[in-house]
């Protein structure tokens, strides 16, 4: 059974940055496209970034692009999401994603996705 689990979360200010990684364990983590998600208080789960299991492609929500960078290590079985300039908007449960897909596809919806971690918690205080 893959498993996916995330660490790096925490409470930051505004404007610092915080590194995100998910590991996963079981499968063949370097055929999965990996996303990263997040659901805010009282707000649905929603697409922030993408990166093709190829590595070529990479894909941003419009209200962190800039400000984030998605990577992964296929020798570590390790997806990252680096978050700079973090906003008080940007507080969330981000959650890590995998999903068997195409060399350079990229999926940006939660039914998309065929495996999830369990979320860390990231506060940015203003």
């Known amino acids: 059974q893959v498993q996916l689990v995330e660490s790096g979360g925490g409470l930051v200010q505004a404007g610092g940055s915080l590194r995100l990684s998910c590991t996963v364990s079981?499968?063949?983590?370097?055929?999965?496209?990996m996303g990263w998600f997040r659901r805010a208080p009282g707000k649905e789960r929603e697409y922030v970034s993408g990166?093709?299991?190829?590595?070529?492609?990479?894909d941003y929500a419009d209200s962190v692009k800039g400000r984030f960078t998605i990577s992964r290590d296929n020798a570590k079985n390790t997806v990252y999401l680096q978050m700079n300039s973090l906003k008080p908007e940007d507080t969330a449960v981000y959650y890590c994603?995998?999903?068997?897909?195409?060399?350079?596809?990229?999926?940006?919806?939660?039914?998309?996705?065929?495996?999830w971690g369990e979320g860390t918690l990231v506060t940015v205080s203003s």
């Open positions: 994603a995998g999903s068997i897909a195409g060399p350079h596809t990229i999926i940006d919806v939660p039914a998309g996705m065929d495996f």
């Open positions: 079981e499968g063949t983590f370097s055929s999965y496209f």
């Open positions: 990166i093709s299991w190829s590595g070529v492609r990479s």
